[in-house]
């Protein structure tokens, strides 16, 4: 197997994570697409890992810390490792020691630089993205907001810790009006992905509703709010601890809003 740089041929399932068995929305597509190539030249860097069999079993992607969602300086971020986990397509490929191969030649790259670090963060609990890999992999626990973890390994003493953005502003609801403020931040496609419903649920609204969306991918914007992605409905997150919520419901539940004011 061969971890490699992403290619023509390989930029589509790179840009759908993995999911070639689903059709893509062009739009979402061309919000990622946007977000990687204005990094190329910024030091952003994007694989995935090849089998014998001419499978894309993973992908993996790195950036500059000045250049993500994470602050700090002199250090490399590791966005994502993703190794193939859906019983679909090409099968569960998990467990096969595939991110342990990918890290391992990433870290590789990036210490052949001169950062002082590598950053990587993960999720608290087991079952997606766990931080527990990054931990067994010699991390070590710097910052936490919530669930998530941010971890590095620093290469001297001297190195200066990492730490995630904090939320400074809050989306502000409006008597008479619904208000629905959308951050979305290219380096993820689920983030381009819930860009994509917002729009689709406020199509043909105007009255009663106040719009917006803000693109944390533009560090002002990050530093200004400390918000790196989520949808807001009247001030507050919109079924932040639920999975994904379709263009439908959103739409049902701001048309509600809409009526009763």
Request: glycine share 10%.
């Amino acid at each position: 197997m061969q971890l490699q740089d992403l290619t023509p041929r390989t930029e589509a399932t790179f840009l759908r994570c993995l999911h070639d068995e689903k059709p893509d929305d062009p739009r979402v597509i061309a919000l990622r697409r946007h977000w990687v190539d204005s990094r190329l030249e910024k030091g952003y860097r994007a694989k995935v890992l090849h089998l014998d069999s001419g499978e894309i079993a993973g992908l993996g992607q790195y950036i500059p810390i000045e250049e993500s969602f994470i602050q700090g300086e002199r250090l490399m971020v590791i966005l994502c490792l993703w190794v193939h986990g859906y019983d679909h397509h090409i099968g569960n490929r998990q467990g096969n020691g595939y991110g342990r191969f990918m890290l391992e030649q990433i870290e590789a790259e990036i210490l052949a630089t001169d950062v002082e670090g590598i950053v990587a963060w993960g999720m608290d609990f087991p079952y997606w993205n766990p931080v527990a890999f990054y931990e067994h992999m010699g991390y070590q626990r710097v910052d936490q907001e919530g669930p998530a973890v941010l971890v590095w390994k620093p290469r001297h003493a001297a190195a200066i810790p990492p730490r995630f953005y904090r939320q400074l502003k809050k989306p502000q609801a409006r008597d008479g009006q619904v208000t629905l403020d959308v951050f979305h931040n290219g380096w993820c496609t689920g983030s381009c992905g819930q860009c994509i419903t917002a729009r689709d649920a406020v199509a043909g609204m105007a009255e009663g509703l106040r719009y917006r969306e803000v693109d944390t991918g533009q560090r002002e914007n990050l530093s200004e709010w400390g918000i790196t992605d989520g949808t807001y409905l009247d001030g507050e997150p919109f079924r932040p601890d639920e999975p994904p919520f379709s263009s439908e419901e959103l739409r049902r539940e701001i048309l509600d809003r809409v009526g009763a004011r």
